[in-house]
Nanobody
């Protein structure tokens, strides 16, 4: 089994910052990729960013590149998403996910991920 617990969401004004955390346990600590996705009301779940527990590989959606930073703490088995220069269009429920499959090219495919957290709401006001 695996467990992913997100925290850090909230309400922030445009231009502000938030940091999301995702604590992994169980099988999730052996995942290939750890990813962040987001889902706004009435929209599909979109890729935000991904990182591997090993090495320094990181990936970002074009919409957040330069504003968001993904990082990890291998000792705490926690992944972070630092979100700066937030915009109203960043408003969504943010999900942490673990990909157990060795497929380096599918990090942005939600269907590839095996375990998901409960989600945390991020609301950016204008």
């Amino acid at each position: 089994q695996a467990q992913l617990v997100e925290s850090g969401g909230g309400l922030v004004q445009a231009g502000g910052s938030l940091r999301l955390s995702c604590a992994a346990s169980g099988r999730a600590v052996s995942s290939y990729f750890m990813g962040w996705f987001r889902q706004a009301p009435g929209k599909e779940r979109d890729f935000v960013s991904a990182i591997r527990w090993t090495g320094t590989y990181t990936h970002y959606a074009d919409s957040v590149k330069g504003r968001f930073t993904i990082s990890k703490d291998n000792v705490k088995k926690t992944v972070y998403l630092q979100m700066d220069s937030l915009k109203p269009e960043d408003t969504a429920v943010y999900y942490c996910a673990a990909d157990m499959n060795y497929n380096p090219n599918n990090y942005n495919n939600a269907a590839e991920y095996d375990y998901w957290g409960q989600g945390t709401q991020v609301t950016v006001s204008s």
